[in-house]
Nanobody, 110 residues
Framework: VQLQASGGGSVQAGGSLRLSCKVSGTNFRLLGVHWYRQAPGSQREWVATIASGGATTYADSVRGRFTISRNNIYRTMYLQMNSLKPGDTAVYYC?????WGRGTLVTVSS
């Protein structure tokens, strides 16, 4: 199983980024998929989940600003991040089952 995350970068507070994670080697459409993040000096924390049927859940810290989605044809999951804050600065990881992507860095400056 391979997960390739992309889309990170540097933005100013209030800006937007869209992360993508392409998944191969597993039956993507049958699995819930997740985004996590890890800020410098902090533990990795859960950000959002989208179930195989499309139901979504979010951490309180991102609800209303971030949107998780998936495209089963392209075997890709997304995280649309709007109204970004400096506190969103972290390495973002995608996860499917027990498998993790490498992570993509998001830096938000004030």
């Amino acid at each position: 199983v391979q997960l390739q995350a992309s889309g990170g970068g540097s933005v100013q507070a209030g800006g937007s980024l869209r992360l993508s994670c392409k998944v191969s080697g597993t039956n993507f459409r049958l699995l819930g998929v997740h985004w996590y993040r890890q800020a410098p000096g902090s533990q990795r924390e859960w950000v959002a989940t989208i179930a195989s049927g499309g139901a979504t859940t979010y951490a309180d810290s991102v609800r209303g600003r971030f949107t998780i989605s998936r495209n089963n044809i392209y075997r890709t999951m997304y995280l649309q991040m709007n109204s970004l804050k400096p506190g969103d600065t972290a390495v973002y990881y995608c996860k499917v089952n027990v498998y993790w992507g490498r992570g993509t860095l998001v830096t938000v400056s004030s």
